[in-house]
């Protein structure tokens, strides 16, 4: 090979490597931070950017997206001093390159860092049962806490997720026994609740029951005594008007006659009926007398027929 196209060579690859160090292409959602001669110079944004060989160096590069980072587990102590293993999620995003470049010498670890510390001083502020049911609430705590910490890192917290809660295993099945204790005692107080509202709901329907009744039968005696007054009612405005009737026609021809006739016939008619209804009768000695009863019913007659004014009727 002739030493000229050697050389032609070299000075392409040369020209290559010196255009690659020349020209830096940063894609999107990057920063990268340029040193000159060891001092901080500036930041490269996304796109096509120049940069002086041998003076010029990219001394960090970072992602600014939001990135997630898993918190190891950690055993932390309640406030009751109950052990339990903590781990979770962070959320984080770098927002200034240049203060996460020079404020930590790595800002990952030191977030992580942060956020064991702080839930391990969260939880101590809590008992088991206030830790196990107030997840958002140290979400929230651990999260601000790191967030104040992390702006001299460059770094937002944008959120913290605990993923598991782990008790030991003895106060686990201590647990599991009082929730199945106070299982068993909701379902005993439940059936004497249902057992006892059985029995008011029973004795209720029976002392309705027996208002009904009673009401009932009084509403049947009032029923009764009315139409019993109401017959009575009618039995005398019914004996009144023959009465009159009987009284009206005495006074015209014949009715005296008429009148003699009627008690006669009445008078048989009850004597006879005597005789059906016993064995054994009292009777008067003149029983036979029909005219002399017939005569002292007229004479009762007669004498209303003069207190009245009226002139007797023989």
Partial sequence: MPASLIVILVVLFAAFL????IIQVVPQQRAWVVE?????????GPGLNLIFPFIDRIAFRFDMREVPMEVPPQ??????????????VLYIQITDPVKAAYGSSNPYTAVIQLAQTSMRSEIGKLHLDQALSSRQLLNTAVANAVDEAALNWGVKVLRYEIKDITPPAEIIRAMELQIT??????????????????????SEGQRQQEINI??????????RAEGEAKA?????????????VIGASVEGPGGMEALQMQLAKDYIEKWGNLAKAGTSLVIPSDMGNVGA????????????DRANGAAPKA
């Fill in 75 to 88: 055993v932390c102590i309640s406030f009751d001093n109950t052990t339990m293993t903590v781990d979770g």
């Fill in 293 to 304: 009863l017939v005569a002292t019913a007229l004479s009762i007659v007669q004498t209303k």
């Fill in 36 to 44: 000159r001669l060891g001092r901080y110079h500036r930041v490269l």
């Fill in 214 to 223: 009673a009401d009932g039968r009084k509403q049947a005696e009032i029923l």
């Fill in 18 to 21: 010196l255009l690659r160090t």
């Fill in 232 to 244: 009575i009612q009618l039995v005398a405005q019914a004996t009144a008007e023959a009465i009159g």
């Fill in 181 to 202: 204790a106070e299982r068993e005692k909701r379902a005993v107080i439940a059936k004497s609740e249902g057992q006892r509202q059985m029995q008011i709901n029973t």
